[in-house]
C-alpha cells in the first residue's frame, strides 16, 4: 500500500498529513479529523483501515498538535473554529483533492467537518460526523448528567478541585479517568495508539484548554457556547453520524444531525462508548465503508 508523509505549508507554520493509498483511486480520498481539540491523529489511526487500491485515507495533525507546528506562546483567543477550517481548506488545495473528497470527523472532528459542510463546498462528496456534538450546550448538560451517575466520591473531587481551581491535581485527574473509563473508551487496557494520543495531549494541553477546558464536562473555553444546530439543514450532501450506546455524545447530543440534515443515517455501535472505531473495530469500519461507497 502506497503510503507517504508530508508538511503543508499554513500560515507561517506547518501541518502534518499522511496518504496511505492513491489518491486517484476510484473513490474519493477520505480526510480524518481528529478530536480534541489539541488531540492527534494517533487514536484515529484505525480508520487507515479503510484504505485500498480504489481509496486513499488522509490523516493530518491539526495546527498545536502531534507533528504539526507547536506555538506555545499564542494567547488563546488565538486558538478558533474559523482557523482550523482555514486550515482544512489550505490542506485540500496543497493535496489537490479539493475538487473531490469525502470527510469523516470524530468528536471535536465532526464539528470541525459540519461547520466546513455548511458552507457548501464544491468537492466535498460525503460527511461522516462521527461521536460528535451541534451544540456545546447540549453536549455539557448531557455530560454532566453522565457525571451524576459517578460514584458520590469521584463527584466530590471532580467538585471540589473545579472549584478550588486545581483541575491539574492528580485526584482530580483520577476522577476524570472514571468518566472516561465509561464514556471515552471501554477497551481495557486502552488500544496503545489512544494511550499515545492522551499522552500528548497531556503534554501539550494549549489547544485543548483554549478552547474546551481542563475536562469534557467542564468546558469554559471558547468552545462552550458553540452550537450550529440552525444552520444544519445547509449541509446537503449525504451524511453519516455514528455513535456509541455508552457515549457521551447521547442520542439527545447527536439528534440535532438526524433531525436537521435532510436524509441523514444514524448508526449506534451498542459496544461502544466514544470510540466505536477502537471499541468495535470491524462494525465501524464496515459501516462506513458501505456508506462511502453508496454515496457514489
Known amino acids: 500500500m502506497i503510503e507517504r508523509e508530508g508538511f503543508a505549508p499554513f500560515a507561517g507554520h506547518r501541518t502534518w498529513y499522511r496518504v496511505v493509498g492513491p489518491l486517484d483511486g476510484g473513490q474519493p480520498p477520505?480526510?480524518?479529523l481528529h478530536g480534541g481539540p489539541g488531540a492527534t491523529h494517533d487514536?484515529?489511526?484505525?480508520?487507515?483501515?479503510?484504505?485500498?487500491?480504489?481509496?486513499?485515507v488522509i490523516h493530518y495533525d491539526q495546527?498545536?498538535?502531534?507533528?504539526?507546528?507547536?506555538?506555545?506562546?499564542?494567547?488563546?483567543?488565538?486558538?478558533?473554529?474559523?482557523?482550523?477550517?482555514?486550515?482544512?481548506?489550505h490542506l485540500l488545495d496543497h493535496l489537490g483533492i479539493a475538487g473531490r473528497y469525502d470527510l469523516l470527523?470524530?468528536?471535536?472532528?465532526g464539528m470541525l467537518g459540519a461547520e466546513h459542510a455548511i458552507r457548501q463546498p464544491a468537492g466535498l462528496r460525503a460527511l461522516v460526523i462521527a461521536d460528535s456534538p451541534a451544540s456545546m450546550i447540549t453536549w455539557v448538560a448531557e455530560a454532566n448528567r453522565l457525571r451524576a451517575e459517578l460514584p458520590a466520591s469521584v463527584?466530590?473531587?471532580?467538585?471540589?478541585?473545579?472549584?478550588?481551581?486545581?483541575?491539574?491535581?492528580?485526584d482530580y485527574l483520577a476522577a476524570v479517568d472514571v468518566f472516561y473509563e465509561r464514556h471515552l473508551c471501554r477497551v481495557k487496557p486502552q488500544p496503545e495508539e489512544v494511550v499515545r494520543s492522551f499522552t500528548k495531549l497531556a503534554a501539550n494541553p494549549?489547544?485543548?484548554?483554549?478552547m474546551n477546558g481542563p475536562s469534557e464536562f467542564h468546558v469554559i473555553g471558547s468552545l462552550k457556547n458553540w452550537d450550529i444546530t440552525a444552520q444544519l439543514n445547509r449541509i446537503i450532501v449525504p451524511t453519516l453520524v455514528l455513535s456509541g450506546r455508552f457515549d457521551e455524545a447521547t442520542p439527545i447530543v447527536i439528534r440535532p444531525f438526524i433531525e436537521h440534515i435532510?436524509?441523514?443515517?444514524w448508526v449506534e455501535f451498542p459496544q461502544s462508548s466514544h470510540m466505536p472505531h477502537v471499541e468495535e473495530t470491524e462494525s465501524c469500519m464496515a459501516?462506513?465503508?458501505e456508506f462511502l461507497r453508496a454515496a457514489g
Open 30 to 32: 477520505l480526510l480524518i
Open 43 to 56: 487514536y484515529v489511526d484505525r480508520f487507515r483501515l479503510l484504505a485500498g487500491p480504489d481509496r486513499a
Open 63 to 89: 495546527l498545536g498538535c502531534g507533528n504539526s507546528s507547536h506555538l506555545p506562546a499564542q494567547d488563546p483567543s488565538f486558538w478558533t473554529v474559523d482557523l482550523f477550517l482555514a486550515e482544512l481548506d
Open 105 to 109: 470527523g470524530q468528536s471535536w472532528g
Open 155 to 170: 463527584q466530590q473531587a471532580l467538585t471540589a478541585h473545579e472549584a478550588a481551581g486545581t483541575t491539574d491535581h492528580p
Open 206 to 210: 494549549q489547544v485543548y484548554h483554549a
Open 262 to 265: 435532510k436524509g441523514a443515517r
Open 287 to 289: 459501516v462506513v465503508d
